[in-house]
């Protein structure tokens, strides 16, 4: 996942966390959202920019 707020919504939603981590139910993301509502904004950069 990559360190955005989208993603980490996406992922919710898909319920990834509980596969990618192999438990059972659904786990606690409360402090990772938070984290990531504290991140400052990241610039997005493209693959062939600085080619």
């Known amino acids: 996942m990559?360190?955005?707020p989208a993603c980490f919504a996406q992922a919710?939603?898909?319920r990834a966390f509980g596969r990618?981590?192999?438990v059972a139910?659904?786990?606690d993301d409360g402090?990772?959202?938070e984290y990531l509502t504290?991140?400052?904004p990241r610039p997005?950069?493209?693959p062939?920019?600085?080619r």
């Open 2 to 4: 990559h360190p955005d």
């Open 12 to 14: 919710v939603r898909r």
């Open 20 to 22: 990618a981590l192999r």
């Open 25 to 27: 139910g659904v786990p």
């Open 31 to 33: 402090a990772l959202a």
């Open 38 to 40: 504290r991140q400052p």
């Open 44 to 46: 997005v950069t493209r």
């Open 48 to 50: 062939d920019e600085g």
